[in-house]
T-cell receptor
Framework: GAGVSQTPSNKVTEKGKYVELRCDPI?????LYWYRQSLGQGPEFLIYFQGTGAADDSGLPNDRFFAVRPEGSVSTLKIQRTERGDSAVYLC????????????FGEGSRLTVL | AQSVTQPDIHITVSEGASLELRCNYSYGATPYLFWYVQSPGQGLQLLLKYFSGDTLVQGIKGFEAEFKRSQSSFNLRKPSVHWSDAAEYFCALFSGGSYIPTFGRGTSLIVHP
């Protein structure tokens, strides 16, 4: 499709497990962002990629969270030793270059940690 | 530091009534400003954006927003609300200094028939 695609749309896991969330951005978009959205809150920044490199990872809450974008397209957000507080909707967005601030969002991956 | 404040958590309007959603920002210079809409179970969709120039910007679905530098505001308006406008609305700020769009907490719009 032409939009940002995120998989899985829903993920239920147990506390302590490892989780991967995938984002396929719009073709040709060099900038890719991960945000986290808790109930009743706005998107909270996690990490920003420009090409293959993480240009800003200051929003990652701790070292259990990691993200990669090895070929400058698809990105994977990885969460180790999940905790109940990690439950949220994880949003991915892409932007043509990152210089305009205009983001195109996927529908999100809802993570529930039991 | 940059920040966005949306002071209203919920707004309830009757179908056909006018709408104004408030957004205030904090930033040292003039930022780029955006409004996004999120319907249940959907991703955020861009409604409109302000970069520079004319302070009244038009967007999709009949929405408009006005940038007021003196008030550090970028309020979203619509003259006549439709039931399908019920959704969550987010104001966002972007500056060349950080390249990270910052979002407000959102305003939930409820439309009564």
């Amino acid at each position: 499709g032409a939009g940002v695609s995120q998989t899985p749309s829903n993920k239920v896991t147990e506390k302590g497990k490892y989780v991967e969330l995938r984002c396929d951005p719009i073709s040709g978009h060099t900038a890719l962002y991960w945000y986290r959205q808790s109930l009743g809150q706005g998107p909270e920044f996690l990490i920003y990629f420009q090409g293959t490199g993480a240009a800003d990872d200051s929003g990652l809450p701790n070292d259990r969270f990691f993200a990669v974008r090895p070929e400058g397209s698809v990105s994977t957000l990885k969460i180790q030793r999940t905790e109940r507080g990690d439950s949220a909707v994880y949003l991915c967005a892409s932007s043509l270059s990152g210089s305009s601030g205009e983001l195109f969002f996927g529908e999100g991956s809802r993570l529930t940690v039991l | 530091a940059q920040s966005v404040t949306q002071p209203d958590i919920h707004i309830t309007v009757s179908e056909g009534a006018s709408l104004e959603l408030r957004c205030n920002y904090s930033y040292g210079a003039t930022p780029y400003l955006f409004w996004y809409v999120q319907s249940p179970g959907q991703g955020l969709q861009l409604l409109l954006k302000y970069f520079s120039g004319d302070t009244l910007v038009q967007g999709i679905k009949g929405f408009e927003a006005e940038f007021k530098r003196s008030q550090s505001s970028f309020n979203l308006r619509k003259p006549s609300v439709h039931w399908s406008d019920a959704a969550e609305y987010f104001c966002a700020l972007f500056s060349g200094g950080s390249y990270i769009p910052t979002f407000g907490r959102g305003t939930s719009l409820i439309v009564h028939p």
